[in-house]
Each structure stands twice: as structure tokens, then as C-alpha cells.
């Protein structure tokens, strides 16, 4: 076994759909385990500064209007393998291309309109766990 944790992002389109809860039950019937969650507005800064390490790509800064266009649902998933399990849970990035019964599939409209944000790698796990939640917040 090596359980992970990885931080999951409902995005502003599919909270303004009210998906999320069908979301959240796509996490939990697939064996991910939700330690932490909250609802939060970012500002524009916190998706810049969340959003870094895309600074130099022609999206940024669309990417980061509309992750501050409305409010977003922040959760850390534990599960066996929790980062490579959520990417596939959430199909590829331009839900056009995402397979069948992927969450993109089924709540993404577009490449920047795709529903949810799942962290790559375990250095980026980690960042991101910490940049949303502390150690007490999650249980
Ligand atoms: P992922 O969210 O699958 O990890 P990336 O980290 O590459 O994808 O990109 C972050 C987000 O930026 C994507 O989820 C998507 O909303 C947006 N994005 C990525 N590539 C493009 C693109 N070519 N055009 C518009 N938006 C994009
Ligand atoms: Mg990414």
C-alpha cells in the first residue's frame, strides 16, 4: 500500500452547475477518503500565486480570472496511490479528449472550463496541500 493524499479543486464552473455534490460522491465511491474540505472565493492573487508555475503560458491569466470568478470547493483526497487514481478519476485537461465517465467528461465544457483541478506529483501534493489547508484542519 502507499497511501497518498493530493489536493482536489471543484472549479467555479462546476460549482455554478451545482455538480459538486455529484463530484464529491464520484470521490467517495471511488475509494478516496475526504480528510479536509472547505468552499473558498479566491482572490486574484491567491490563483497567480497558486497557479505559478503556468506564469510564462499564454493562459495564465484567463486560467486565474476564472478561478476567482466564483467560489471553488478545496478538498484533501486520501486513497492508495491518491495522485495518479485522481488524475484518472478526473480524465484529461480539454474534456474533449477525456475518456468516458471521467469527471471532465461528464461536467467539463472546455479545456479552461473543465471542472476540477487534481495535483501531478507528490512535491506538487504537498505544496498545494499546504498552500489551502494546516496539519489541524485535516483529520
Ligand atoms: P491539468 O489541470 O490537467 O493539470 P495543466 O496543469 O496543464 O492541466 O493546466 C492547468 C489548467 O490550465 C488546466 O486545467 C486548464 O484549465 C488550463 N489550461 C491548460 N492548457 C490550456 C490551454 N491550452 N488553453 C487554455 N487553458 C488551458
Ligand atoms: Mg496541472
Known amino acids: 500500500m502507499n497511501i497518498q493524499r493530493t489536493l482536489s479543486i471543484i472549479k467555479p464552473d462546476a460549482i455554478k452547475k451545482s455538480v459538486?455534490?455529484?463530484?464529491?460522491?464520484?470521490?467517495?465511491?471511488?475509494?478516496f477518503k475526504i480528510v479536509a474540505m472547505k468552499k473558498i472565493h479566491l482572490s486574484k492573487l491567491q490563483a497567480q500565486e497558486f497557479y505559478k508555475e503556468h506564469s510564462a503560458r499564454p493562459f495564465y491569466g484567463d486560467l486565474c480570472d476564472f478561478m476567482c470568478s466564483g467560489p471553488v470547493v478545496v478538498q484533501v483526497l486520501e486513497k492508495d496511490n491518491a495522485i495518479k487514481a485522481n488524475r484518472d478519476l478526473m480524465g484529461a485537461t480539454n474534456p474533449s479528449e477525456s475518456d468516458?465517465?471521467?469527471?471532465?467528461?461528464?461536467?467539463?465544457d472546455s479545456i479552461d472550463n473543465n471542472a476540477v483541478h487534481g495535483s501531478d506529483s507528490e512535491d506538487s501534493a504537498k505544496r498545494e496541500i499546504s498552500f489551502f489547508f494546516s496539519?489541524?484542519?485535516i483529520c
Open 100 to 108: 468516458e465517465g471521467t469527471i471532465r467528461k461528464m461536467y467539463g
Open 135 to 137: 496539519e489541524l484542519e
Open 20 to 31: 459538486s455534490g455529484n463530484i464529491i460522491n464520484m470521490f467517495e465511491s471511488n475509494g
